[in-house]
């Protein structure tokens, strides 16, 4: 049972950098559009060029 | 067009040297409508970003500060084939914004925590019925405690914050329940921990937060997403007015850039769009969308004059004020106060089972410990199974059954054409049995249209229609648009007052008043079968004829008044109009009871014996005399067009040409209240099942988890069928 001494924390931290990540996503506004995103997923490929890369 | 539309009032320096611009686009309602305008902007050189927003149908842009004009955007989605206009985010759209960011934020720290919680809780499930040492659960639901106490301290905070305000001001609503619940079953689980016990319910609370959290943040979302709609609507409008830079200097500018005190211009066919007093200037104004008097009112220096009067002949220098100055509108403010405070006193249907609710069950559980208590068993466990008590009937359920179905049928109604403005607007409108229509605006279409259109020869009407295009009349307009002109005919003179002339063909050719087109006896003969329309006439050489232009039934009113009445609800028509027209377009749609030339006073007086007989009226008005009545009904719609006021105060505001949107409205709503109702006595059934469970001091954690899952799922499936479209 010695094994629990790492495998509790490093579930615990997997699930906290699972939280971070949600939190990140939120803030950084990628819930806003939710049927936008849905599209872009598929969406072809944006032609290269060094500018009208939105964000 | 809109290239000389002042932006600057939208324009947001970001820093850096960078502006954004918000434009509300028309008609983006795919994803190859958004890759085709990303692209294109994004090619515009100085752009540093053009992102769409299809869930908001919006756009939002930013380049470097000062390279480029915000009217190049503009026009360069009208070549796309898109209508864009800026617009401003609102006060309440921003508000209904970040509470759903902040709900779904909590709803994302509980959601975790429950997984995590759920990882820790099988092995102590499972170990219980095997081998699992005292030291060994300790230990995991002490790690429990430490995800669920702060995740829940922070998640469960809308429910704790809600609960103490009702406390506060002395009621009880659902929230209550809910957090005595929460706090309970933290509080229980604790102290079994550290007195070794075999049950914590650290699981249990955290996965209760999370589902009602879940039901909230669905409901804040149709709000915040009905809102942005609504922000779209507006800015769609496009409302401009002419504003005085200087005493000599015009620009058109966003109505919402105009200060109280600025000076503005209005001209013949112009419709105002904001409240102010005349300080230079006659004309005769149409102020049907206010007062509901579909005859035109003349204004002098002094009058005042409200956003939507139309102005029909002359010109007018408006000041802007502040919702002030009309005794009209003062008069309106006064009423809309009063009706406002009696309605805040609607108690909810959640509001109604939480009282009954909450204590039933607290009863119960001081009972079941009691009764252990009598029974023989320690304190200890009588105190624990009373608690599990009060855990197992923490209405998940009873706390999702109504945020679901609105949800649900919100979204419903928002495929009808129907906006809700209130949270509560859905049970409301589910009550009604009686249904008051305004006529103006509202039973008929805002915009002019001519009556008499089969009685006059096609090639006629193309011509007046291209004559008329040179007049900025508003009844000559409707002839225009009625007759689909699009070119105007050559020298073409306006006479103020009279109409426009002009030769075609060789011959003479004039619209206008009946008398200067010499049509007296033509006019006369219309005014004698429909005393409520304006004529207009025209001439070409000898032949004369007379347009009556008059406003329309909605083309779908008659069908929803019979529909109305089929679903045993009365309909009534009560109108500021003059008698004649009232009494006309009641006898077109079949409705037996109406009331002309109404005061607003007098309106809410009807409401008011209507409720004193029983009634529960659904007041459905655009005037701004029709504001304190939408205020004082039992529940209330506008349509899009109605001024700014009653809309503010409708329950609801309904889209498009058509009435259909009403009686979806009250269908959807009561299929609704219907739901709202299934869900709590579904609610209601598991808690009879699970409380003997409790009461028999039987419930585990995994039973508790079980059951509140369960009926939560159970729950929301129901609401789900109010998405089952209804046939119109």
Redesign the interface.
């Given at each position: 049972?010695e094994v629990?001494v790492i495998l509790?924390p490093l579930?615990?931290a997997l699930?906290f950098v699972?939280?971070l990540g949600?939190?990140w996503s939120?803030k950084s506004g990628q819930?806003?559009?939710?049927?936008?995103a849905a599209?872009?997923a598929?969406?072809?490929d944006?032609p290269a060029?060094d500018?009208?890369?939105?964000? | 067009m809109h290239a000389d539309i002042d932006f600057s009032h939208y324009l947001k320096s970001t820093g850096a040297g960078f502006v954004h611009l918000d434009l509300a686009v028309e008609g983006i309602n795919?994803?190859g409508c958004?890759?085709k305008i990303?692209?294109n902007l994004?090619?515009i050189p100085d752009?540093?970003?053009?992102?769409?927003?299809?869930?908001?149908s919006r756009l939002a842009l930013e380049w470097k500060a000062g390279a480029l004009d915000p009217a190049l955007f503009v026009s360069r989605l009208a070549e796309l084939g898109y209508k864009a206009y800026p617009f401003e985010r609102d006060d309440a759209e921003t508000l209904e914004a970040r509470r759903a960011?902040g709900l779904?934020?909590r709803l994302?720290?509980a959601a975790?925590a429950a997984?995590?919680v759920m990882?820790l809780s099988i092995p102590v499930w499972s170990g219980n019925v095997s081998d699992m040492l005292p030291e060994?659960r300790d230990?995991f639901h002490w790690?429990s405690a430490l995800?669920v106490l702060p995740a829940a301290a922070y998640s469960a905070q809308p429910f704790f914050s809600s609960a103490l305000s009702a406390l506060r001001a002395r009621g009880v609503n659902m929230d209550v329940p809910i957090s005595i619940g929460i706090v309970l079953a933290l509080a229980t689980s604790v102290i079994e921990t550290i007195n070794h016990a075999e049950h914590a319910y650290f699981d249990a609370a955290v996965m209760l937060i999370a589902f009602l959290l879940a039901g909230r943040y669905l409901d804040q979302n149709m709000r915040r997403r009905t809102r942005a709609f609504a922000g779209n609507l507006a800015a769609l409008k496009a409302e401009t007015a002419t504003k005085f830079v200087s005493p000599t200097e015009i620009k058109t500018v966003p109505a919402a850039a105009i200060r109280p005190g600025d000076i503005v211009l209005l001209r013949p066919g112009e419709r105002c769009a904001v409240d102010g007093n005349v300080i230079e200037g006659r004309s005769e104004v149409d102020q049907s969308l206010i007062t509901g008097e579909t005859l035109p009112a003349m204004v002098t220096p002094g009058s005042a004059v409200f956003a939507g009067t139309l102005v029909r002949s002359g010109t007018l220098r408006v000041r802007a004020s502040a919702a002030s100055g009309g005794t009209l509108l003062d008069e309106i403010s006064r009423l809309l106060d009063h009706a406002l405070q009696a309605r805040s006193r609607y108690l909810r249907l959640a509001e109604r089972a939480s009282r009954l609710y909450a204590p039933v069950v607290h009863a119960t559980a001081l009972l079941t410990m009691l009764g252990w208590l009598a029974w023989g068993a320690s304190f200890h466990d009588s105190i624990v199974t009373a608690i599990a008590v009060l855990i197992i009937t923490c209405p998940c359920a009873l706390g999702l059954a109504i945020p679901a179905v609105q949800t649900v049928a919100s979204g419903a109604l928002f495929g009808s054409g129907v906006l809700l403005n209130s949270g509560d607007a859905i049970e409301r409108i589910a009550e009604i049995d009686r249904v008051i229509f305004d006529k103006t605006g509202t039973l008929t279409l805002p915009e002019l249209d001519v009556a008499n259109l089969a009685d006059i020869p096609d090639d006629v009407v193309r011509l007046a229609g291209r004559l008329a295009l040179s007049s900025r009349h508003p009844v000559a307009a409707a002839v225009a648009r009625y007759a689909g002109a699009a070119s105007p005919l050559p020298d073409i003179q306006e006479e103020p007052g009279q109409g426009v002339h002009g030769l075609h063909d060789g011959r003479p050719i004039r619209l206008g008043r009946p008398s200067f087109c010499g049509a007296d006896d033509l006019a006369n003969e219309i005014l004698c079968r429909d005393p409520e329309a304006s004529v207009v006439a025209f001439s070409h050489g000898e032949s004369r004829y007379a347009f009556a232009v008059r406003q329309r039934l909605r083309p779908d009113a008659a069908e929803v008044v019979a529909g109305l009445v089929r679903m045993g609800v009365a309909v009534e028509i009560v109108s500021g109009d003059r008698e004649p027209a009232v009494r006309l377009a009641s006898e077109t749609l079949g409705v037996h009871e109406w009331r002309a030339e109404v005061s607003p006073v007098d309106k809410i007086d009807r409401i008011e014996e209507l409720v004193r007989q029983g009634c529960k009226v659904l007041m459905v008005g655009d005037g701004l005399n029709d504001a304190p009545a939408l205020a004082a009904a039992h529940a209330s719609m506008s349509p899009v067009t109605a001024t700014h006021m009653s809309q503010a105060v409708a329950d609801a505001v309904f889209l498009g040409e058509r009435l259909a949107p009403v009686l979806a409205a009250v269908k959807v709503s009561r299929k609704a209240l219907r739901l709202m109702r299934q869900n709590l006595w579904l609610a209601i059934v598991y808690n009879v099942l699970a409380v003997p469970i409790a009461i028999a001091g039987l419930v585990t954690p995994l039973i508790a988890a079980a059951a509140m899952s369960g009926s939560s799922v159970i729950v929301m499936l129901n609401a789900l069928r109010a998405r089952a479209r209804e046939t119109i």
């Amino acid at each position: 049972m010695e094994v629990l001494v790492i495998l509790v924390p490093l579930a615990l931290a997997l699930g906290f950098v699972g939280l971070l990540g949600f939190l990140w996503s939120l803030k950084s506004g990628q819930y806003d559009d939710l049927d936008g995103a849905a599209w872009r997923a598929i969406a072809d490929d944006e032609p290269a060029s060094d500018q009208g890369q939105s964000r | 067009m809109h290239a000389d539309i002042d932006f600057s009032h939208y324009l947001k320096s970001t820093g850096a040297g960078f502006v954004h611009l918000d434009l509300a686009v028309e008609g983006i309602n795919c994803a190859g409508c958004m890759a085709k305008i990303e692209r294109n902007l994004s090619t515009i050189p100085d752009v540093t970003s053009a992102r769409v927003n299809l869930t908001d149908s919006r756009l939002a842009l930013e380049w470097k500060a000062g390279a480029l004009d915000p009217a190049l955007f503009v026009s360069r989605l009208a070549e796309l084939g898109y209508k864009a206009y800026p617009f401003e985010r609102d006060d309440a759209e921003t508000l209904e914004a970040r509470r759903a960011q902040g709900l779904l934020r909590r709803l994302g720290v509980a959601a975790f925590a429950a997984m995590n919680v759920m990882m820790l809780s099988i092995p102590v499930w499972s170990g219980n019925v095997s081998d699992m040492l005292p030291e060994q659960r300790d230990f995991f639901h002490w790690l429990s405690a430490l995800i669920v106490l702060p995740a829940a301290a922070y998640s469960a905070q809308p429910f704790f914050s809600s609960a103490l305000s009702a406390l506060r001001a002395r009621g009880v609503n659902m929230d209550v329940p809910i957090s005595i619940g929460i706090v309970l079953a933290l509080a229980t689980s604790v102290i079994e921990t550290i007195n070794h016990a075999e049950h914590a319910y650290f699981d249990a609370a955290v996965m209760l937060i999370a589902f009602l959290l879940a039901g909230r943040y669905l409901d804040q979302n149709m709000r915040r997403r009905t809102r942005a709609f609504a922000g779209n609507l507006a800015a769609l409008k496009a409302e401009t007015a002419t504003k005085f830079v200087s005493p000599t200097e015009i620009k058109t500018v966003p109505a919402a850039a105009i200060r109280p005190g600025d000076i503005v211009l209005l001209r013949p066919g112009e419709r105002c769009a904001v409240d102010g007093n005349v300080i230079e200037g006659r004309s005769e104004v149409d102020q049907s969308l206010i007062t509901g008097e579909t005859l035109p009112a003349m204004v002098t220096p002094g009058s005042a004059v409200f956003a939507g009067t139309l102005v029909r002949s002359g010109t007018l220098r408006v000041r802007a004020s502040a919702a002030s100055g009309g005794t009209l509108l003062d008069e309106i403010s006064r009423l809309l106060d009063h009706a406002l405070q009696a309605r805040s006193r609607y108690l909810r249907l959640a509001e109604r089972a939480s009282r009954l609710y909450a204590p039933v069950v607290h009863a119960t559980a001081l009972l079941t410990m009691l009764g252990w208590l009598a029974w023989g068993a320690s304190f200890h466990d009588s105190i624990v199974t009373a608690i599990a008590v009060l855990i197992i009937t923490c209405p998940c359920a009873l706390g999702l059954a109504i945020p679901a179905v609105q949800t649900v049928a919100s979204g419903a109604l928002f495929g009808s054409g129907v906006l809700l403005n209130s949270g509560d607007a859905i049970e409301r409108i589910a009550e009604i049995d009686r249904v008051i229509f305004d006529k103006t605006g509202t039973l008929t279409l805002p915009e002019l249209d001519v009556a008499n259109l089969a009685d006059i020869p096609d090639d006629v009407v193309r011509l007046a229609g291209r004559l008329a295009l040179s007049s900025r009349h508003p009844v000559a307009a409707a002839v225009a648009r009625y007759a689909g002109a699009a070119s105007p005919l050559p020298d073409i003179q306006e006479e103020p007052g009279q109409g426009v002339h002009g030769l075609h063909d060789g011959r003479p050719i004039r619209l206008g008043r009946p008398s200067f087109c010499g049509a007296d006896d033509l006019a006369n003969e219309i005014l004698c079968r429909d005393p409520e329309a304006s004529v207009v006439a025209f001439s070409h050489g000898e032949s004369r004829y007379a347009f009556a232009v008059r406003q329309r039934l909605r083309p779908d009113a008659a069908e929803v008044v019979a529909g109305l009445v089929r679903m045993g609800v009365a309909v009534e028509i009560v109108s500021g109009d003059r008698e004649p027209a009232v009494r006309l377009a009641s006898e077109t749609l079949g409705v037996h009871e109406w009331r002309a030339e109404v005061s607003p006073v007098d309106k809410i007086d009807r409401i008011e014996e209507l409720v004193r007989q029983g009634c529960k009226v659904l007041m459905v008005g655009d005037g701004l005399n029709d504001a304190p009545a939408l205020a004082a009904a039992h529940a209330s719609m506008s349509p899009v067009t109605a001024t700014h006021m009653s809309q503010a105060v409708a329950d609801a505001v309904f889209l498009g040409e058509r009435l259909a949107p009403v009686l979806a409205a009250v269908k959807v709503s009561r299929k609704a209240l219907r739901l709202m109702r299934q869900n709590l006595w579904l609610a209601i059934v598991y808690n009879v099942l699970a409380v003997p469970i409790a009461i028999a001091g039987l419930v585990t954690p995994l039973i508790a988890a079980a059951a509140m899952s369960g009926s939560s799922v159970i729950v929301m499936l129901n609401a789900l069928r109010a998405r089952a479209r209804e046939t119109i």
